[in-house]
């Protein structure tokens, strides 16, 4: 009996401890179960780009991009090929800045630090592209729910921007936009509302800021230039807007001094 304890014992010293089965075991059942988990697992690539452009535009300000440039499919249309539907284009994302007029620069640089200098940064955002530089104004500052006359909050923004739009001579077009929710009461569809929004503005411009109606007009785009895809609360709010486009004149290289 003393023999088989004692070679019992020197076969228990000169192998792996007990406990090192268990564990090793442990260690192959985990790294199974992992590999399991990643070979099952599958990314959401038309949901991971439509987070993406919800949080740059959120830390850009509602600033406009193009970072979706892929097809994203039947559900998704009304948002891929943003670069040829928007009128807008940030300022790093979607502008070739070696492409960029002086003019166009300069006439971006000096309404960000208007609106900079009037600490408007919460109610509107500044874009440009090759067309001139937008003044994009959050639908829920201008206008209630379905109306398209202007609120209290929205004629004061109107008012602190018409030292801005006075600053130049060019051209603004007023570009109302929706979301894809319907729209119901006074106004049938969204083209309607969208083009009801753009007038009220133009009319407060003209009426009430003295701004001349030769330099103005309105234009209603419906739901049918997105910014970001219609999928979500906040990319439906992102959707809704009122843009003023000052418009970029060639001729004159598009600015004027303001004397400041």
């Known amino acids: 009996m003393s023999k088989k304890r004692s070679k019992r014992n020197e076969i228990q010293r000169n192998g792996s401890p007990a406990w090192m089965t268990t564990y090793s075991d442990l260690m192959s059942l985990l790294l199974t179960f992992f590999i399991l988990l990643y070979s099952m697992s599958n990314i959401d690539a038309e949901k991971f780009k439509s987070v993406t452009a919800s949080l740059q535009s959120i830390l850009n300000g509602l600033g406009y991009t193009n970072i979706i440039e892929e097809d994203m499919g039947d559900d998704s249309k009304d948002s891929s090929n943003l670069d040829d539907l928007n009128n807008t284009g940030d300022i790093d994302e979607g502008i070739d800045m070696n492409t960029v007029k002086p003019g166009i620069l300069e006439m971006y640089e000096k309404v960000e630090a208007y609106v900079a200098k009037e600490e408007l940064e ?106 970001a895809p219609n999928d979500t609360r906040e990319n439906k709010s992102m959707n809704r807007r009122v843009n003023i486009l000052i418009i970029f004149d060639e001729e004159s290289d598009g600015v004027i001094d303001s004397g400041d």
Do not use: C
């Open 122 to 227: 919460a109610q509107v955002s500044v874009s440009m592209n090759k067309r001139g530089v937008f003044v994009d104004i959050k639908e829920a500052i201008l206008f209630e729910s379905g109306s398209a006359e202007i609120k209290e909050s929205g004629l004061n923004v109107l008012n602190r921007l018409e030292g801005l739009i006075n600053d130049f001579e060019n051209e603004l077009v007023i570009e109302g936009h929706t979301d894809t929710v319907p729209s119901t009461g006074q106004y049938p569809t969204n083209w309607e509302l969208s083009t009801a929004r753009a007038v009220s503005v133009v009319r407060h411009l003209s009426e009430v800021e003295g701004v001349s109606p030769k330099r103005l007009s309105a234009v209603g785009y419906s739901e049918y230039r997105p910014i």
